[in-house]
């Protein structure tokens, strides 16, 4: 599977913006498909992950509330809505997927073998 993010730009803080991450040459099955985020200078670090079957979802504290992630599956695609932006959420988002990784590694960049490219979000302030 093939994995494709778009959607970044630049907003200014208290707005939202809707990344996309969509499958080719595969579909999602029993896959969880996650995003992270890598600011300048920093770690990549997890933002959510949806498992694709369920729909149950895990965030990170610094996005829940604010973030929510979707999928459809006839576009087999993933979606992240983030609200209520922040300056703090400036970095290169990344989704990954993997098939049933173990559940207590779903929150590190190691649990996910396939990625797609980053889109670049900028919140102004």
């Known amino acids: 599977v093939q994995l494709q993010a778009f959607g970044g730009g630049l907003v200014q803080a208290g707005g939202s913006l809707r990344l996309s991450c969509a499958a080719s040459g595969g579909t999602f099955s029993n896959h969880y498909v996650a995003w992270f985020r890598q600011a300048p200078g920093k770690e990549r670090e997890f933002v959510t992950t949806?498992?694709?079957?369920?729909?149950?979802?895990y965030y990170a504290d610094s996005v829940k509330g604010r973030f929510t992630a979707s999928r459809d599956s006839a576009k087999n695609t993933v979606y992240l809505q983030m609200n209520s932006l922040e300056p703090e959420d400036t970095a290169v988002y990344y989704c990954a997927a993997d098939r049933s990784p173990i559940l207590s590694t779903i929150r590190y960049v190691s649990a996910y073998h396939n990625w797609g490219q980053g889109t670049l979000v900028t919140v102004s302030s």
């Open positions: 949806i498992r694709w079957n369920s729909r149950m979802t």
